[in-house]
């Protein structure tokens, strides 16, 4: 048995969006002073990792976030999935999370509870699941073994959820904080592949 793949998966640094508590989706925000700040914190703790392969969402706040990173990995390639690409929030972007709740609970529950149901304008979680996993496909299928993977909070659970063989509406429940890594291992041996999660949602370098 060997590990064949090591793979990093980390969501973008803060914007003005996150730290006001609004719903950016595809929205196009860049990172940040704050946002910057936490990805270099987080640049010294993946320094040592020497990732040959970067993906990223196609994203400025996750393109920024890859580039940050990438200043210790300086042989990396760079790749944009546009399947990792934030869930399309539609009418609900820009707006306050609790205003969104508010303005129809019963909605925003059955929502939360049926991975299937789509955003007014926008995507089901479900959507994003599906599209998700075929940039995994590419990642696992890559002749790389140390990967970087930058992009957002839907999509990383999806991602989740697609390396893990896990159900989406399971893994849409796994959250992770602005700038935070979580890491897979992809074992080989003679009959199989499987993988296994060895840390979710670090932040540590975060904190004071």
């Known amino acids: 048995m060997k590990v064949i793949k090591e793979i990093y998966l980390v969501r973008h640094g803060s914007t003005d969006f996150n730290d006001n508590d609004l719903l950016q989706g595809k929205i196009d925000n860049k990172l ?3 946002g910057r700040d936490e990805v270099k914190r987080l640049s010294e703790v993946l320094k040592d990792k020497d990732f040959e392969m970067i993906f990223h969402s196609p994203l400025t706040r996750a393109k920024q976030t890859a580039e940050i990173l990438s200043e210790y ?10 399947e990792f690409v934030e869930i399309d929030l539609g009418d609900w972007e820009g707006h306050k999370y609790l205003e969104v709740v508010n303005q129809d609970i019963d909605f925003h529950s059955k929502w939360m509870l049926n991975p299937e149901i789509k955003i ?5 979680y479900v959507d994003v699941y599906e599209r998700a996993i075929k940039g995994v496909e590419k990642v696992l299928n890559s002749n790389f073994s140390r990967i970087l993977i930058v992009a957002h909070a839907a ?17 849409r429940y796994f959250r992770m904080k602005n700038a935070s890594f979580s ?6 041996n003679k009959l199989d592949t499987y993988s296994v999660v060895e840390s979710w949602n670090n932040y540590s370098h975060l904190e004071k």
Do not use: C, Q, W
Request: aromatic share 8%.
């Open 32 to 34: 940040n002073d704050k």
């Open 73 to 82: 990995h300086k042989n990396a390639k760079f790749v944009e999935i546009e």
């Open 120 to 124: 007014p304008g926008g995507e089901s």
């Open 155 to 171: 999509v990383n659970r999806s991602i989740l959820a697609g390396i893990m063989k896990m159900d989406p509406h399971t893994s």
């Open 183 to 188: 890491k897979f291992l992809i074992y080989e």
